[in-house]
């Protein structure tokens, strides 16, 4: 009898539980902050949902879906263009978050990947007050580009300085790697990159520009589209990794893998991006296909060549201070080196995960001396590969005729 009651209770349980909700996520945790861009919201999950994201009016929110899921965190406090928070539940199992917005927004959303540091993550963007009209309900709309960080040209295309851009990887919401000691890779990143555009702007012809100078969120591609903003020469992207193994230490150099460039090629031309002119006022909008694909391959190969060139330049002198863990220069999809006519390099700066990266990163010295070393590779590569028009290359030409001319 005993044991048919216990058979029977467990049967029960099993058909309970089978007829109850299935949850496909948890809500772990929703932070909010403000960018340049607007306000963005993150929500940490354990598994990928598929969000509902749409705007109402009198008042004005943003409802944001998520089905077959559960809220196991608090909500946060509203920022930017949130002012208020609200969570409820959907008829067919899942939550519904409520934010309350000042002003006509626009709304995008997107996921990332797990990575070692992070689970799955949705992203809903809330582009600035005044950035977009709302006159119904509508679907998600992409946030409108914010202004570059602009670089202080010379007054005419003749004598004008060489333009860097440098790239602090990661920032805002998204803080990249972690160290055991709780260093993020964004704040170690920046200190570098502002490390770096100061020796830069030290140097007489030439000027660095930041694509970010503070705590906060930048696509990748928006990264992109603010050194073409700025009409840079090189773009240095900066970045410090993890891994699971706390042995692996050093810095590692990238630049485009051919694959990427295919790939980035197909984008472009289907996209229309080839609207805007490759650097020296090449336009591939009025040209048949076949000639704008062999255009937009030909400089690509050359911004390549190039990034390979000013990358082992800059792997070579981090050598030289001992930094180096692979002695070749590496090459990947990276999407913030998939400018085709801007040279780009990401520089891999440490293993955060490793402890001594980890300690050394965390000194101002020791940033400052990482910095000194990647300017010392660009200064020898501009050297042999000036741009026409630039001070440093009319320098260079009338040092060779015997003259020596000092850049000041």
């Not at 004008?160 to 170690?188: C, N, Q, Y």
């Not at 020796?199 to 970010?212: D, F």
């Not at 603010?226 to 590692?252: C, E, M, T, W, Y």
């Not at 000036?386 to 003259?403: C, F, H, K, Q």
């Amino acid at each position: 009898m005993g044991k048919r009651f216990a058979i029977g209770c467990l049967l029960f349980a099993c058909i309970a539980a089978g007829s109850g909700p299935v949850f496909a996520a948890d809500i772990r945790d929703i932070r909010i902050a403000t960018t340049d861009a607007g306000t963005r919201v993150v929500l940490d999950l354990s598994a990928p949902v598929k969000p509902k994201a749409f705007l109402l009016d009198d008042p004005g929110r943003v409802v944001l879906d998520m089905p077959r899921s559960t809220l196991k965190s608090g909500l946060p406090d509203a920022a930017g263009s949130i002012t208020a928070i609200r969570s409820g539940k959907l008829p067919e199992h899942g939550v519904r978050l409520v934010f309350e917005i000042k002003g006509d927004v626009a709304i995008h959303t997107s996921t990332l990947a797990p990575s070692a540091d992070a689970g799955h993550r949705l992203v809903l963007d809330i582009a600035a007050p005044g950035s977009a009209k709302v006159a119904a309900p509508v679907a998600a709309a992409a946030p409108v580009a914010p202004i570059a960080i602009r670089p202080a040209h010379a007054p005419s295309e003749i004598g004008r300085d060489i333009i860097i851009a440098v790239d602090a990887g990661h920032g805002g919401v998204d803080p990249g790697a972690s160290g055991r000691r709780g260093t993020h890779e964004k704040d170690v990143v920046l200190e570098i990159a502002k490390a770096l555009a100061a020796r830069i702007n030290q140097e007489p012809g030439m000027k660095a520009v930041l694509t970010r100078d503070g705590d906060y969120f930048i696509s990748l591609r928006e990264r992109n589209a603010r050194a073409r903003r700025a009409k840079a020469d090189l773009f240095v992207s900066v970045h410090a990794d993890s891994i699971a193994n706390p042995d692996v230490s050093g810095s590692s150099v990238y630049v485009l893998s051919d694959r990427g460039a295919t790939s980035e090629a197909a984008r472009w031309l289907a996209e229309r991006e080839n609207s805007a002119d490759l650097k020296g006022g090449i336009s591939l909008d009025d040209k048949d296909p076949v000639l704008q694909g062999v255009l937009l391959d030909l400089s690509q190969t050359a911004s390549i060549s190039a990034s390979m060139t000013a990358a082992e330049q800059v792997l070579e002198s981090l050598d030289r201070i001992g930094e180096v863990r692979k002695p070749r220069v590496q090459q990947a999809g990276f999407v913030v080196l998939k400018s085709p006519d801007i040279p780009s390099m990401l520089v891999e700066t440490a293993f955060i995960s490793n402890k001594d990266d980890e300690r050394k990163r965390a000194q101002p010295a020791h940033r400052v001396k990482l910095a000194n070393a990647i300017f010392t590779g660009i200064e020898r590569y501009f050297q042999g590969n000036a741009p026409d028009g630039t001070r440093l290359a009319a320098a260079r030409r009338t040092s060779g005729a015997g003259t020596q001319v000092e850049l000041r």
